[in-house]
């Protein structure tokens, strides 16, 4: 293999595809990089077996071939060189690596070592603007589960329905649901297709939509899910199992409904907030007619409380919230006023936005 490719864009597409390789593996192959070069493309492929990403690059090949690399030393690599162009030369087990009058001679793998990547077989496919699902997981996905909750809710649920894509996210104790309207010239599903993405992968698909502008193409079979944005392919598995019936509970009515100024609220939080402990981690709401005080007591610490006048015509009650997950919420707001639906102090509380729900339970007094 010898190829010339410019390292400013040897830089891009490693950090494209550098997901896979990030987590810890005792699979050297894993953590590596497999360059293809044939004809007038040079392809770069990462996988850990659940994540598979491909990125290509068209560009005159001097000698085809292949290279498998560890993907660390390289990218380091990459970054400290000068600008030009970048000559990679395969040789036996080195990759020769020059541009200009720096040279690196780094060990590669054997080839053979890295996963047969699976092609595509057949599947159905649906354009999304990438604006579109990459709000969509901003406004999701830091609701999944990581930490001592069920493994079917350390990914974010994808459900394809007629004309409508929607996304679902919790992790048992706040959830957030959004719904969008395929893109036009879309045709429908004819039956409803769902599956779990797990979070790496929600994440590596965010990170590679942003401020990206062309359509992509989202390909479902039973075993991989393919986002497909032209030059660069994301391939993942989806967690197995069914997700718990989050349609129940979706308020089909209104509560008791508190309206507020959304940064006052949120700095309030973070005001009281600054009295939790892993211990303490609640914060009371006192909500009575126009009024609210926030307020918290901490043993060994001491208390803290803030009213704010508020537009309420509810029922007086008492409840108490982990600020951190309120705060959460009203980040992905815009609008200068936010309300919220209260049930009681048993039932979560609930916002409400065009095509958008957030569901959050209360702590346990």
């Given at each position: ?298 043993p060994q610490l001491g208390e803290a409380k803030e009213e704010i006048e ?56």
């Amino acid at each position: 293999m010898n190829i010339t490719i410019n390292r400013r864009e040897l830089v891009e597409k490693l950090k494209s595809v550098t997901g896979p390789t990030t987590t810890k593996q005792d699979f050297l192959a894993l953590g590596s990089v497999l360059i293809e070069a044939k004809k007038d493309i040079i392809k770069f492929v990462t996988t850990d077996l659940d994540i598979t990403i491909t990125t290509y690059i068209k560009n005159k090949v001097k000698s085809p071939g292949k290279a498998l690399v560890p993907m660390r030393r390289f990218i380091s690599i990459a970054r400290e060189l000068p600008e030009g162009d970048v000559t990679l030369e395969k040789l036996k087990n080195i990759l020769l690596i020059k541009c200009g009058k720096v040279e690196f001679k780094i060990n590669t793998l054997k080839e053979e070592e890295f996963p047969k990547i699976q092609e595509k077989k057949e599947a159905v496919t649906i354009k999304i603007l990438p604006e579109v699902l990459e709000e969509m997981i901003r406004l999701t996905s830091f609701c999944v589960g990581y930490e001592d909750v069920n493994y079917i809710l350390s990914g974010v649920l994808f459900e394809l329905e007629k004309n409508k894509i929607k996304l679902v996210a919790t992790d048992g104790k706040r959830l957030s649901f959004v719904t969008r309207d395929f893109s036009k010239n879309q045709a429908g599903v004819e039956e409803k297709i769902s599956f779990i993405l797990p979070s790496k992968a929600v994440g590596e698909v965010a990170r590679i939509t942003k401020e990206r502008q062309e359509p992509l193409y989202l390909s479902f079979s039973e075993k991989n899910i393919e986002f497909d944005l032209q030059e660069t392919k994301i391939i993942a598995r989806p967690i197995e199992g069914d997700f718990p019936n989050y349609s129940q509970y979706l308020p089909k009515k209104t509560g008791d409904q508190l309206t507020i100024n959304r940064e006052a609220f949120m700095a309030s939080l973070k005001r009281i907030g600054l009295l939790t402990t892993t211990e303490y981690q609640g914060v009371k709401l006192n909500l009575k007619k126009n009024k609210m005080m926030v307020y918290k007591t901490t043993p060994q610490l001491g208390e803290a409380k803030e009213e704010i006048e508020v537009n309420y015509q509810g029922q007086t009650m008492e409840i108490e919230f982990n600020p951190n997950y309120f705060i959460d919420i009203l980040k992905q707001i815009n609008e200068p006023e936010v309300t919220i639906d209260f049930f009681g102090t048993e039932k979560p509380a609930v916002v409400k936005r065009e095509n958008h729900i957030y569901l959050l339970l209360p702590m346990k007094t």
